[in-house]
């Protein structure tokens, strides 16, 4: 609902010009709170938006930490290598 919408059912319904005007300043606090929890609800949705992107991110740095890790290991696309210590009665 509109100021004007609320304003003409106010002058409608309320006789008294003090009580209207009380009724207008509620009226126009509660907007006022109304446009702070949409900003509220817009930068909670923001935060969410920001960690669902740090999950995905460690979701792919943990792949690749493992992926290193068996490059490191020598178990790369199916091949093993084994590390055989290195003696002098060759």
């Known amino acids: 609902m509109d100021w004007n919408t609320f304003n003409r059912e106010l002058q409608n319904r309320v006789d008294d010009p003090q009580l209207r005007y009380i009724f207008g300043l509620i009226y126009e ?19 969410v938006g920001a960690f669902q992107n740090i999950v995905g991110l460690n979701e792919i740095l943990s792949d690749r930490v493992k992926t290193l890790h068996d490059v490191i290991k020598g178990r790369d696309k199916g091949v093993s290598v084994e590390s055989v210590p290195i003696t002098n009665e060759d």
Do not use: S
């Open 29 to 47: 606090r509660l907007l006022d709170m109304g446009k702070h929890v949409d900003a509220n609800a817009n930068v909670l949705l923001e935060t």
